[in-house]
């Protein structure tokens, strides 16, 4: 007695979901540091935690990541 299991193929398009919103990060990128912001929902929560973080540290080198979503649909 043997089991089989069938995956079948279905075939999905992916595109950009405007409902899902973008999410800002910043990343301090000086050498030693590993301070982020974490993700916001506004890009200027973002840019003050950067902003302070310069104020605390000096560092004011940051990568900036902005993220969007996007929504798998099936295709028929
Ligand atoms: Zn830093």
Redesign the pocket.
Known sequence: MSTRTVYRHVAHTIRHAPEGGITYEAF???AG???ESGPHDEQVAAQDWALR?TGR?G?DLFRRVFTHHAKATRAE
């Open positions: 301090c990128v000086t540091c590993d301070a973080h540290t560092h």
